[in-house]
């Protein structure tokens, strides 16, 4: 079955540490996006990429990284200049320019800074 | 620009109550819109969708119709249990956004036994 796979489940940084959060979709989706979710919170828009080798800034890109080298794979960095990364961090997949599909989510990471 | 607005939650009901949470949108030309669930330390799952005026979406006992003349597309059940207990999103997508979904704030519900 195609889905949408996110690893780790959990995950946990020190102070001042890089890390880095899988997301690999085998839908054939040409759109792969990130979210944040802080507690009690809405979706808040990390980073896009609607083709291979390009991506954008969402709403929130300060302290993040991202690379799109492959159609099936997005992988995010929460770098060490992201001061408050505690979270819960979703990846979403979509076929691009049909405004009537929506998203596929992965089941997300939780990130705990110690 | 396009968005969505929820009702604010958390909404606690009973079991077996009748469930609305509203959702009202803003966007220009036919978008099409969107519900999405969230159980408790996991994904969003799409649970129903419309894409054109007056469509109904419906799924494990929810609906939603789209409605141009108020731009709402509020989600509906007869009889909510327990097991529905989750975060609700309401989701638009608009033309010529490459795709693109606007998400409201979310409604918490919590049904008691």
């Known amino acids: 079955d195609g889905g949408i796979t996110q690893s780790p489940k959990y995950l946990f940084r020190k102070e001042g540490q890089n890390v880095t959060l899988s997301c690999e979709q085998n839908l054939n989706h040409d759109a792969m996006y990130w979210y944040r979710q802080d507690p009690g919170q809405g979706l808040r828009l990390i980073y896009y990429s609607q083709i291979v080798n390009d991506f954008q800034k969402g709403d929130i890109a300060e302290g993040y990284s991202v690379s799109r080298e492959k159609k099936e794979s997005f992988p995010l960095t929460v770098t060490s200049a992201q001061k408050n990364p505690t979270a819960f961090y979703l990846c979403?997949?979509?076929?691009?320019?049909?405004?009537?599909?929506?998203?596929?989510f992965g089941s997300g990471t939780r990130l705990t800074v110690v | 620009g396009n968005s969505v607005t929820q009702m604010e939650g958390p909404v606690t009901l009973s079991e077996e109550a009748f469930l609305t949470i509203n959702c009202t949108y803003t966007?220009?030309?036919?978008?099409?819109l969107f519900w999405y669930v969230q159980y408790p330390g996991e994904g969003l799952q799409l649970l129903l969708k419309?894409?054109?005026?007056?469509d109904k979406g419906s799924n494990k006992g929810f609906e939603a119709t789209y409605r141009k003349e108020t731009t709402s597309f509020h989600l509906e059940k007869g009889s909510v249990q327990v097991s529905d207990s989750a975060v609700y999103f309401c989701?638009?997508?608009?033309?010529?956004?490459?795709?693109?979904?606007?998400f409201g704030q979310g409604t918490e519900l919590s049904v008691k036994p």
């Open positions: 966007a220009t030309g036919y978008p099409s």
């Open positions: 979403a997949s979509s076929i691009e320019g049909v405004h009537s599909y929506g998203y596929t």
């Open positions: 419309a894409t054109k005026a007056d």
């Open positions: 989701a638009l997508s608009a033309p010529n956004q490459g795709g693109k979904l606007i």
